[in-house]
Structure formats: C-alpha cells, structure tokens
C-alpha cells in the first residue's frame, strides 16, 4: 500500500523564523514525492519535486529513503507562505496519493 | 490557455438527486483525474483516466462513475447523491510521465463545491 503522512495539521511560525513541514511515506518501490501548496482562495499548484532538486520561493525539501521522509524546509518564514501543503507520493500511471496536508501560518 | 476548468463551481442537491460534473482541458493532456478534498482528509483520488475510452476507479470510487469520451473532458457522475458526498471536488489533468524520473506535474481545476442536504 502507498501512503503519505503529514503529522501536523497546523503549524504556526513568526515571519523570519525557519519552518519544516514533514512528511513521511510508505511505498516499497522508488518513490516520486511532490510538494504541492494551495494559498488562500487559488487552486492546488505544484511547488517542487524531489527529482528536480530544486528550491522554489526558498523551500527545499530532501528526499531520506532511510526515513522514508520528505520534509520541507525554509530558512526564513514570510507571511506569504501561509497556505495549505500537501505532501504527494507519484505511483503507476501518474496516480498520486496525497498526505492529509499541513496548514501553515505565518504570524507578522 | 484555460488550463483545466471545472462546472459548475457550487452546486447544492437533495439526497437522491442526480448531477454531472465536468472537466475539461486544453492542453492535450492524455491523463486526467478526480479528487475530493475533506477536512483532514487531503485529497482522496476518485476514479481516473489514461487516456480517451478510459477510466479506473481509485482510492473512493463507491457512488460516482465517470467518463471520459473526448480526450478533452473527463465527467464525474453522481447517480444518487448521499450527504457522505458533500465535498469539494478536485479535477487535474498531465501528460504522459517519461517513465522513472519524468515529469508528471499536475494541474489543478479551480474546485466545485457541492453540498448534498
């Protein structure tokens, strides 16, 4: 079975302090893990990819196969990342099983 | 470009009561899918599509049906509508993946709100 688990249903942070939204999965194969994002009254859109190992808006996320983990990480939180986060685990033909995602909340 | 577009955008049934969503794409997407999104729930995929005459049921199939006869649009049924249905539904479209690696981005709709009474 795939499955991806984001633990924290919030999270709460000042603006400038550093922010990790995790996220842990379970697949047996090689997984394709995404972060998407969903700000205040706009459609779900794809933030990065693990394959990419690319930083987007200053996030990063690191692939740990030891731990299963795909954690998203900022250095310095800014109020315009207030948003809904899923993490997403890419299996066979495209089909993608998201995490329960993690509304974050960047304080001024 | 549209992207992917999604009617109606809210739309409130009685139980029992019958409605078709639809989807529908612009950029020649050959995969196409249907989500609901629940408090605490994520996204939970319905039924999906890869490619035009196609479909497969996903992680909640039970209640809807779908179809997919142009490749353009994807249709999600709801025959009987229950209030276990009142959701916002999700629908997103990619192409192809390249295989191990390849770049199976998904586009969102916009979302359709339905509450069922």
């Known amino acids: 079975a795939q499955r991806v688990t984001q633990p924290e249903k919030l999270l709460s942070v000042f603006k400038g302090a550093p922010v990790e939204l995790k996220c842990n999965y379970s697949y047996s194969g090689s997984p394709e893990l995404f972060w998407y994002v969903q700000y205040s009254r706009q459609r779900l859109q794809l933030l990065l990819r693990h394959i990419s190992r690319e930083s987007i808006k200053g996030f990063t996320a690191d692939l740990n196969k030891g731990e299963t983990s795909f954690h998203l990480k900022k250095p310095f939180a800014q109020e315009e990342d207030s948003a809904m986060y899923y993490c997403a685990l890419s299996v066979d033909f495209n089909k993608f099983y998201f995490g329960s995602g993690t509304k974050l909340n960047v304080k001024p | 470009n549209a992207g992917v577009t999604q009617t109606p955008k809210f739309r409130v049934l009685k139980t029992g009561q019958s409605m078709t969503l639809l989807c529908a794409q612009d950029?020649?997407?050959?995969?196409m899918y249907w989500y609901r999104q629940d408090p605490g729930m994520g996204l939970r995929l319905i039924h999906y599509s890869v490619g035009e005459g196609t479909t497969a049921k996903g992680e909640v199939p039970d209640g809807y049906n779908v179809s997919r006869l142009k490749k353009q649009n994807f249709l999600l049924g709801l025959e009987s509508a229950a209030p276990s249905q009142t959701s916002v539904y999700f629908c997103?479209?990619?192409?192809?993946?390249?295989?191990?690696?390849?770049?199976?981005?998904?586009?969102f709709g916009p979302g359709t709100r339905l509450t069922v009474l």
């Open positions: 997103a479209s990619s192409y192809q993946s390249s295989g191990t690696g390849g770049y199976n981005e998904q586009f």
């Open positions: 950029m020649n997407h050959e995969y």
